[in-house]
């Protein structure tokens, strides 16, 4: 169990204790490195290792092992690791992951990676799944800047793509414009990376995933925003209602000369002190302009009871899909900067969609103060394999179709993908179906409809109301501007919120 006030996380070991789940033997410990971890084994009927809980230590266990279902992940790890030395956090979670993925029946600690983290806390207190999640993909995100600082010119002008590093498979961009309601001005497109989206959910029984990410790239309408050129249009007329009762005054006259070169030039932009400034409504969205490789979603469930002032878990039931189409939220190359009532960028009909699958989750039991987190993920299979027993030159991960694992600390059982799409997620890990596969998910999906549509069209003449088309209803989730989740999910990107333990 865990709870927001938990002890300071136990260092057990600079090494990685394996323990046998049957016999419990803390002096069994071993020195090990990734390339001596085989994933590869014929005995389908084992399971996956599980983490010992050392004491509220089930949300660190819940985030390994969602993180270790991800071969993308495992694939970035393994390249960063061959071309860079002493990378502190990289090495010891790829010798976790590769452990946490091989065909087991035990349980282990992860000491090694669990000490270097805890040097990475600042108050060094028991921590959220998603602020763990946070801190891991933040410091790959800081070590791989280190290593492209290390490489210096010469990956620049190698002329070969296998001594470039990969770029962090959590990192994307996300575009965010301003535009004035009044005017129709748009500064320029800002583009912010991110590692993690935090979605907010409404005060509903029940939501569906596609419409948190509707909600998140919605356009919303913001009271008292500067506008630049308002402010420029403003200040001239300011100027020229001086030189009316001073036309000498030949500092006012280049004054508003060089404000009036600047608006016919549309340098809106340039800083220079205004004489007033001008607010009113402005629009703003945000929309994905880079999708990561792994996609992580957070169901951000702390709310505020206005009555009372205290923070409670919001239990809403969020229906999520196994494979998610990001492309509705994504810009599409066309970004709109000229009316304020449109948004960034329209959906085309020609666009690739921007497919994911479903690869883990991690699920919370309990409320806002006290509770449990467990992890639900695929299995993973073994292409390839780079330990010392298979001796190949990579290792290949590809997921399993149908197999899944629930995981509660050291407790691991099998289960299926509709127990996973039953539950009530509060992180979710997708990664980035490549182009080959789209494509077969695109003619299975088409299949699936050919055989429902043949199923359930009814026999009816024409003029039958039975094949008109059903008129969607439209629901549209929104925050009230008393909620005061709306900034962390709409700007704060990647603060974390109040942790649910």
Not at 61 to 75: C, D, E, G, I, Y
Not at 311 to 325: A, G, H, R, S
Not at 354 to 363: G, Q
Request: hydrophobic fraction near 35%; include cysteine.
């Amino acid at each position: 169990m865990t709870t927001i006030t938990g002890t300071a996380i136990l260092i057990e070991s600079l090494q990685y204790t394996i323990t046998n789940t049957s016999n419990e033997d803390s002096n069994n410990m071993e020195i090990i490195m990734d390339s001596d971890i085989c994933l590869s084994s014929t005995n389908n009927h084992l399971l996956i290792s599980g983490l010992v809980n050392t004491g509220n230590s089930c949300f660190l266990n819940s985030v390994l092992q969602s993180l270790s279902s991800l071969p993308k992940l495992h694939s970035y790890l393994h390249q960063i690791n061959q071309k860079t030395a002493s990378l502190f956090i990289s090495k010891p979670l790829l010798k976790t992951l590769r452990l946490l993925s091989r065909p087991s029946n035990t349980a282990f600690k992860p000491s090694e990676l669990v000490s270097i983290l805890s040097n990475c806390l600042i108050n060094k207190e028991q921590q959220d799944a998603q602020e763990l999640f946070q801190l891991i993909s933040t410091t790959l995100d800081n070590e791989n800047q280190f290593a492209r600082r290390q490489q210096g010119l010469s990956s620049l002008l190698s002329s070969t793509s296998t001594s470039k590093l990969p770029e962090s498979p959590f990192t994307g961009l996300l575009a965010n414009r301003l535009s004035c309601m009044q005017c129709g001005y748009t500064e320029a497109i800002r583009h912010f990376s991110f590692n993690n989206v935090q979605l907010t959910l409404p005060d509903h029984a029940k939501t569906t995933l596609e419409d948190c990410l509707h909600q998140l790239t919605a356009m919303e309408f913001l009271n008292d925003v500067i506008c630049r050129k308002c402010t420029l249009i403003e200040t001239i007329r300011h100027t020229n209602t001086k030189l009316e009762q001073n036309p000498s005054d030949q500092i006012l006259l280049n004054t508003k000369q060089e404000l009036e070169k600047r608006l016919s030039m549309g340098l809106i932009e340039q800083e220079k002190e205004a004489a007033c400034t001008t607010k009113g409504v402005s629009s703003k969205q945000a929309m994905f302009a880079k999708s990561p490789k792994i996609l992580c979603l957070h169901t951000a469930r702390s709310s505020l009871d206005l009555s009372t002032g205290e923070i409670y878990k919001n239990t809403c039931q969020v229906e999520f899909p196994e494979i998610l189409d990001l492309s509705p939220y994504c810009t599409n190359g066309v970004l709109n900067t000229t009316d304020p009532h449109l948004p960034i960028s329209s959906p085309l009909h020609t666009a690739v969609p921007i497919k994911y699958r479903l690869m883990s989750i991690v699920v919370h039991y309990g409320s806002h103060d006290y509770g449990h987190f467990i992890a639900y993920k695929r299995r993973l299979i073994a292409e390839k394999c780079h330990c010392t027993s298979c001796s190949d030159d990579q290792t290949v991960l590809k997921h399993h179709e149908s197999n899944w694992f629930k995981i509660s600390d050291e407790h691991v059982e099998a289960c299926t993908l509709d127990d996973v799409l039953s539950a009530n997620p509060y992180m979710l890990l997708y990664e980035m179906v490549e182009e080959e596969q789209v494509s077969d998910i695109e003619t299975e999906e088409e299949e699936e409809e050919e055989e429902e549509h043949w199923i359930q069209q009814p026999i009816a003449p024409p003029s039958s109301p039975l094949l008109a088309p059903l008129q969607k209803a439209s629901c549209s989730f929104y925050k009230p501007l008393s909620n005061p989740q709306r900034r962390s999910s709409k700007s704060l990107w990647t603060e974390a919120p109040t942790a649910v333990c």
